[in-house]
């Protein structure tokens, strides 16, 4: 079978197909996440809380087939890293996936029985399926980019030396904080465009400027962090962009500083960065200024720039070992083989499209503010 890409190429193409995925989940199912978080804080009644939730009720399930893409590319293209971080972040995952089993309950089972007591443990459940998801996100993404305690043997096996509470450093912590801040603004971007001016909007507005703010922050912090301290990786002597998949043919060495080795090999990367810092800012002069599509689409810049840079500043890694360098897995030695990424490709080439369609259609439909009449007197909403 002739295949038109060769393997370089292919592990090009499904690194950055990957970050398409895990930016889609981000862009679609953040304002979801942050809508949620920003739930107890921003209604003050059953109506107004009812008018946020109905605000993503028809949406949010639809953009869980983003999170499932995501599990399903790393799973088909890095087997090695899903082997590992499925692993190694059990705990972790399994809390992620509580908090999102807790959702769709508590979405179908608040209206269920007209009792202020029943509908606020399930408004609180709400909130837990939307801020955890987004702290522990967030964390994740920190312990990626400190590096996981595993390690191979010489047989490939994987072992991994972490626990749950050893996720959580000050570092993580502060990723994970960056993570809600920017799902609270996007989430706030979100009721901008689909809620009605009131007092729910105003609060929205209240907290994505606090939002904006703290990402900003928290962002630059974690810059200078990733800077200063002993975070990153370089790879060290001759590598085989196209040579069969074994982690154990390359070497890897920590290296402060090393996060940042692409921005200067790759100028076009700080693309990503600006985008981080310059979605926050203009998100929150469009609050100043009531501009609400502005608002969302800072929100939206805020979280393409921070994912991607993330990304950008690991190539070529995806998950390295912070307790055995030389385990550390990259674009290059974890992949699957040149004929699966070539079949997965062509897969994803037919379905990417239709979900994307089919994505924008629903939006397209279902475009328009929800408003408290309609809580009122729509018998189909929550």
Do not use: C
């Not at 196209?242 to 090999?265: F, H, I, M």
């Not at 379905?351 to 475009?367: C, S």
């Amino acid at each position: 079978m002739a295949i038109p890409f060769d393997y370089e190429s292919l592990r090009l193409i499904w690194w950055l197909l990957m970050g398409v995925l895990l930016i889609g989940f981000a862009l679609t199912d953040g304002f979801d996440l942050g809508v949620a978080a920003l739930l107890p804080f921003i209604a003050r009644n059953d109506e107004e809380r009812r008018l946020a939730i109905n605000s993503i009720a028809p949406t949010w399930e639809g953009h869980q087939v983003w999170l499932i893409l995501g599990g399903g590319a790393i799973f088909a293209a890095w087997p090695y890293v899903y082997a590992i971080s499925f692993s190694g972040f059990y705990l972790a995952i399994f809390l992620v996936l509580a908090a999102l089993i807790v959702r769709p309950v508590a979405f179908k089972y608040r209206s269920k029985h007209d009792d202020a007591a029943w509908r606020s443990r399930w408004d609180w459940a709400l909130f837990v399926g939307g801020f955890v998801p987004a702290l522990v996100f967030g964390v994740a993404v920190g312990n990626v980019l400190v590096g996981a305690p595993f390690r191979l043997d010489s047989d490939l096996r994987a072992f991994y030396d972490g626990s749950l509470l050893g996720l959580f450093s000050p570092f993580t912590l502060l990723t994970g904080l960056l993570s809600v801040a920017m799902l609270v603004l996007h989430g706030a971007g979100w009721l901008a465009l689909k809620i009605e001016e009131g007092a729910v909007m105003e609060r929205a507005r209240r907290w994505g400027r606090f939002a904006a703010i703290a990402a900003i922050l928290l962002f630059a912090i974690g810059g200078i962090m990733v800077a200063t301290m002993p975070i990153g990786y370089r790879l060290a002597g001759v590598i085989d962009t196209a040579g069969p998949s074994n982690p154990l043919w390359s070497t890897s060495v920590p290296a402060t500083g090393a996060w940042l080795d692409n921005y200067a090999r790759y100028p076009w990367m700080l693309l990503a960065p600006i985008l981080g810092f310059a979605g926050p800012a203009l998100a929150y002069v469009a609050i100043a200024r009531r501009k609400q599509a502005l608002l969302f689409a800072g929100s939206a810049m805020a979280t393409v720039g921070i994912v991607a840079t993330v990304g950008l500043s690991m190539f070529p890694y995806i998950l390295p070992s912070s307790i055995d360098a030389h385990s550390s897995l990259t674009v290059w030695n974890a992949s699957s083989s040149h004929l699966t990424l070539w079949i997965m490709l062509v897969v994803t080439l037919i379905f990417l499209p239709m979900i994307l369609a089919y994505t924008a259609w629903v939006l397209k439909i279902l475009f328009g503010r929800v408003t408290l009449a309609d809580v009122r007197s729509n018998p189909d909403f929550y």
